[in-house]
Structures are given as structure tokens and as C-alpha cells.
């Protein structure tokens, strides 16, 4: 059974920087891509960043030069690293694995202005 936890969510001011975590278990990890996705309040769940199994990395325009999406196959964990955050980045983060619909608890990045 595939389990995702996602961690490293915070408040900060707009300006800062957050690591965002994602550890994975019940699958082989390294054999697949893997997404970052933010869902805000009152809107819909969208794709942030990615990663494929051969560590090819795709970003929305939004946080394209501010986020960098990584991973450790050997601790079946990738990473968001978010810096100059801005107020618009406030949601909550999941990660999820290509192809499979399982989604992790979230965590929650608050951006003050």
C-alpha cells in the first residue's frame, strides 16, 4: 500500500524560504516521477512541480526560478525547496506519485505579506 507524508510547512514572511518533504513507502520509489501539487482556499488542487524517475524536473511559469523540486531515491523522499515566497504561495502542499491516486495529509505553507 502506497503512503505518502508530506512535511516542512510553516509560516514565514513573504521573502522567505521553506524545504518542503515527501517520504514515500510501499513502492519502489525510484521507478517513478513524482508531483508536488498546492491546493488554496476556495480554489482547485494544481500541479506545482515534478520530478521523473530519470530526475527530469517540469514547474509551473509561476514558480519557475523561485521553487526547485529534488529527490533521494535512497530515502525514497523528495523535496520542495521554496524560496522568495509570496503571499500567492499560501496553500497546503501534497505530493503525489504519478499514477497512482494517493494523496498524503498535506501540509500547510501560510506566506504573510
Known amino acids: 500500500q502506497v503512503r505518502l507524508v508530506e512535511s516542512g510547512g510553516g509560516l514565514v514572511q513573504s521573502g522567505g524560504s521553506l524545504r518542503l518533504s515527501c517520504k514515500a513507502s510501499g513502492i519502489n520509489f525510484r521507478l517513478f516521477g513524482m508531483d508536488w501539487y498546492r491546493q488554496a482556499p476556495g480554489k482547485q488542487r494544481e500541479v506545482v512541480a515534478g520530478?521523473?524517475?530519470?530526475?527530469?524536473?517540469t514547474y509551473i511559469d509561476v514558480v519557475k526560478g523561485r521553487f526547485t523540486v529534488s529527490r533521494d531515491n535512497v530515502r525514497r523522499t523528495m523535496f520542495l525547496q521554496m524560496d522568495n515566497l509570496m503571499p500567492e504561495d499560501t496553500a497546503v502542499y501534497y505530493c503525489?506519485?504519478?499514477?497512482?491516486?494517493?494523496w498524503g495529509q498535506g501540509t500547510q505553507v501560510t506566506v504573510s505579506s
Open positions: 520530478i521523473s524517475a530519470s530526475h527530469d524536473r
Open positions: 503525489n506519485v504519478r499514477g497512482k491516486d494517493t
